[in-house]
């Protein structure tokens, strides 16, 4: 599915990402965990087209994605939810999300001018695949309310909603779980298994370790920018390499 | 239920009132000078309304815009004046050279982000200015442009007089809010949005952020120049002042009084301040105490400005009535009528 080559990016004289080679499959659920600052923001902003590489290559179902910008990247299939999301305060949840489709629409402004039926048909199939990604990740009944009327756990949802509506193959989670209480923890740990169920690739970086140990089918370990281990969670959670990084270290890894 | 739809019933009927009261403002009006005050509002709350694209809907803050004003102003004044063109062929020229000049100034200084593209654009609107007032040969510097053709009227209509120009201004304003209320509605509005809540989530949703803010931006020139050859058709004399940077902060407060990024917001922001500054103009320069505290308390208070007040008062209002309508209706509620109530 998403296969990683020896990528490297360099910050100055810095190693943010050094020789990381890694494959994710298809219909699993792979995490990325490491200590803070160990690259796995920078991980995620190579493989979405956020940052060029230095050196190395990522393939996507065999294609070449690695000097692709962002945006093609995403209409390749790659979704995206980031530790914070901007959204419209002051406007209803689903209309926030129908933009979620905009990629696979062709509309522009001759469109929007003479209001053409190729608009008004893309439009609908927009505002419907908004409603049916609220319908996924169980937030229906909030639809009509302003962003900012709704809870910190239903912002996060309407941000893997976002994600959900550009008919993406992987997502990339950025710290989904982070800054909600363990029941609602729970909650996403469940949406997260079905999008797995429904065919989607879900790749997280999160520091929730009990979560991760009970969810992740593959987890890649980074630390200072290298990958120092890899596998199911049994295996890491027995590498010495992966205990001294978290006990070792001055960073506060359990976060 | 019942106040949403009273609410879907209320607004076009606002509308329709707004547009017969301007439509019937000239024969209200005591005298010529207050339609032409009018007029210039409306002018002006067309070039707001281009602001409103970038800066409103695709957050970029364009400090440019009224320099765009002034291109518009002097390529219509330029090519009556002294190339001997008439009316219209010159607006459309005027709308094209902004447009194009939109589209070299966008493609550079859009790759700039946040504030220094404001300071890029500062440094833009200051050099038009200069070009302007320096550039003599072009532009007769700080003599100006005189003798400026309107359009040719028709019939007993003589565009030189202040009402026909009103009414053709009326014109015009209606075309750009309409344009403007089906493009905020359009998959391309929500894009403009969309980019305008953060680049980094923008393109993660597989928008090119260069295109569109590049379209918003020359869109809102477009905008500029239009307001600004109508301007040089009324005025029919104009000078480098045009294109000083406090009309571009002028528009700034316009916008953010009426409310940025709303639909109705630049009309309401621009007539009510011109209306309020010419019943201060007994104050003088002092009418800045009022005006100053006024927009302070008004940022604080209300960021999105009046009619970004409005609506968020009237979703509240709707939210809170359509629980207590339900429960009283829950004993005859259908599965049909849930329905129409999720739809509405």
Redesign the interface.
Known sequence: MLKVEHLTKMFGGLAAVNDVSVEFEAGKINAIIGPNGAGKSTFFNLI???HQPTSGRILLDGEDVTRM????V??LGV??T?QT????E???VV?NL???H??R?Q???W???I?SKR?QR??KA?RDKAMEALDFVGLTHVA???IA?ITQEERKRVAFA??LA?DPKIVLLDEPAAGVNPEETEGFAALMRKMVDNGLTVCLIEHKMDMIMSLADKIMVLDHGEKIAEGTPEQVRNNPVVIEAYLGGEDDAAA | MLFKLGSLFMKPGAKLAMLAFAVVFPFLASNEYQVYVMASAFVWAIAVYGLNIITGYCGQLNLAHGGFFAIGAYTLGLLTADAGWSFWPAFIAALVVTAVLGFLVGIVSLRLKEHYFAIFTLCVGFIIYLLIDKWEELTHGPIGVRDIAAPYGFGVVDFTETTPFYYLVLAFLVFAIWFMGRLSRSLLGRTFIAIRNGDELAQSLGINLMRNKVLAFVLSTTYAGMAGALYAGMVRFIGPEEANIIHTFDMITYLLVGGIGTLTGPLLGTVGIVWITQSLQFLEEYRMIIFGPLLVILVIFFPRGITGQFLTWMHHKAQSIAPAKKRKESKVVTTQRREVENNA
Do not use: C, K, W, Y
């Open positions: 979405s087209g956020m910008p962002s945006d093609q995403a209409r979704g995206r980031f999301t901007n959204l419209f002051q406007a209803t209309d129908i933009v979620g905009r990629l629409t509309s522009g402004l469109d929007v001018l209001n608009l893309e439009e927009a009509g309310q302003f009327d976002l994600a550009t």
